[in-house]
């Protein structure tokens, strides 16, 4: 699996992970650097936006921690 979990993440935000109703149009990836103005944009358009994560290198897969 590509969804490894760690610690005690509730169980209806692990389903979130494996939702097919959820993997498109919720996240996009930005370069920290692009950052400030990508959650701008979203702004001006009336988009909200939070930060959830960062992409690191190591094993293939998303952490829940």
Known sequence: ???TVRGDVPGPL???FHD???SGGLLAAVAPAYADAAR???A???V???SIGTVEEG????VLC
């Open 59 to 62: 094993e293939t897969g998303i």
């Open 20 to 22: 097919p109703q959820t």
């Open 44 to 46: 001006a358009a009336g």
């Open 14 to 16: 692990v389903t979130v």
């Open 48 to 50: 909200p936006v939070t």
């Open 40 to 42: 701008a944009a979203f």
């Open 1 to 3: 699996s590509l969804l």
